[in-house]
């Protein structure tokens, strides 16, 4: 017998609870990274690791977070979100939370390949989600306020740890004081509580009885796909994959960020946990805004009529212009204009970032964004390997010469990257036209 159909209310605006969702869990899962990072120079000095040996951590990190991101893509168009995004979230909570029991540097390369196989699902499922859940003249805005969850952690992680730290230190279990273990305890408990508000209120669109007739209609307004499945194979051809791919290139440049600018402002200039506190969050504050600028912007240009490739192109040219001046980051003996030039540097790759994402859902049909963002973000992540190689080498070559503070290559690289990406970008994609993925690949 046909299903009844579901009582809907008379009007909703639930695909914004999601997205609330996705904030949520994108902010735990860069509460879960930064803390490393944050913690970092400390940490150094109790379990003894070299700078050569924390970067070479965050390159078998990068090296897992790939293989997670190619594979958890495809398990959320085969799984579907509500268990797919689950068992991913479990999965890195539960690596977040084993940082606490380790006191080796293996066992910390140990913790951050785990970390790095879960939480690589987290951009796939939540792309997926933004794409099934709004129509193609809203994704950027609401990528743009589920991803402002990664600086929500950058502003959370630097403030929270020196109020936690010394409560951690008040605290002990079986004779043992926790201290630092203790933070990694906490963010693991906010991955595993947000599963519980997952698993409570997410459904798709057509089966939740919480969307209205009219909201469901704007969520379908864009074209009807077709619901035959694709096989992952017939990627690979189509030149939009490879465009879309290409601007994803510029993730490792955020994740240095992420994970450097600790060290580089206690290297450079010297600065205590405490005292860097500060400066780092106000780059993810600063970040923050410019996500949300970065998809109002583009939608804002679609409504004056431009067309989408028009919009998210001059939109990302503004963005990988704004980047360029961050280079002088690395020569200034300003702690505070480096910081200004690092947080104009974030805030331009986060609006960058929500037109990026944007882009899988306005070249390809949504059954195969998961799939499409997974193998975009894997391209990402070998991009993070090959930088974070390079900055352990670099470092290294820096700390014997003498020069500790020397920053200037990576720094410079980051300048000029987001121009390269966009041309190629826009040479393999000059229209952003749909992928056919359904009809072979054009030569």
């Not at 987290?122 to 990528?143: D, G, H, M, T, Y």
């Not at 600018?261 to 200039?269: I, L, Q, V």
């Not at 919009?311 to 702690?335: E, H, N, Q």
Request: net charge positive; proline share 6%.
């Amino acid at each position: 017998m046909p299903r009844a159909p579901l009582p809907r209310p008379s009007a909703s605006h639930y695909r914004w609870t999601i997205c609330a969702l996705l904030f949520w869990v994108t902010t735990a899962n860069y509460i879960d990274r930064t803390v490393f990072g944050n913690l970092a120079p400390e940490l150094q000095a109790r379990i003894g690791w070299t700078q050569n040996e924390y970067w070479n951590m965050q390159v078998v990190f990068q090296a897992a977070y790939a293989v997670s991101t190619l594979c958890a893509g495809r398990l959320m168009d085969v799984l579907g979100l509500r268990l797919g995004f689950t068992i991913a979230c479990a999965f890195w909570g539960l690596a977040a939370m084993s940082h606490s029991l380790v006191h080796t540097v293996a066992g910390f390369f140990l913790v951050r390949i785990m970390l790095g196989l879960g939480e690589g699902g987290n951009f796939p499922a939540a792309n997926k989600a933004i794409a099934e859940w709004f129509p193609k003249k809203e994704r950027a805005l609401a990528v743009s306020l589920f991803n402002t969850g990664s600086n929500m952690g950058g502003i959370i992680v630097p403030f929270g740890l020196p109020l936690l730290m010394p409560l951690m230190a008040k605290i002990s279990i079986a004779g043992h004081v926790l201290g630092w273990r203790g933070a990694f305890l906490v963010t693991g408990v906010i991955d595993l509580s947000w599963i519980v508000a997952w698993w409570t209120f997410y459904r798709k669109p057509q089966e939740h009885p919480k969307v209205s007739a009219a909201e469901l209609a704007l969520i379908n307004s864009d074209p009807p796909e077709p619901g035959v499945k694709i096989p992952w194979r017939r990627l690979f051809p189509h030149r939009q994959t490879w465009a879309f791919a290409a601007v994803k290139l510029t993730d490792c440049f955020w994740w240095f960020y992420l994970t450097g600018a600790p060290y580089f402002f206690a290297d450079r200039f010297g600065l205590s946990l405490e005292s860097r506190s500060l400066p780092i969050a106000l780059i993810y504050i600063a970040a923050s805004i410019g996500g949300i600028g970065g998809g109002w912007l583009s939608g804002y240009f679609m409504g004056k009529g431009w067309s989408v490739n028009r919009a998210r192109k001059i939109t990302m040219l503004i963005c990988a212009s704004a980047v360029v001046p961050v280079i002088y980051a690395s020569l200034t003996d300003s702690k505070w204009l480096a910081v200004v030039l690092v947080a104009l540097a974030a805030t331009a790759h986060q609006a960058w970032s929500c037109n990026v994402f944007s882009l899988a859902g306005d070249m390809f049909p949504r059954r195969v964004v998961g799939s499409v963002t997974g193998l975009a973000g894997f391209c990402g992540s070998f991009a993070g390997i090959v930088l974070f190689t390079c900055v352990g080498l670099m470092r290294r070559a820096a700390i014997a010469r003498g020069e500790p503070g020397n920053y200037v290559p990576i720094f410079v690289a980051a300048g000029i990257g987001y121009l390269l990406a966009l041309a190629v970008a826009h040479l393999l994609a000059p229209r952003l036209e749909p992928a056919r993925i359904d009809e072979p690949a054009a030569a």
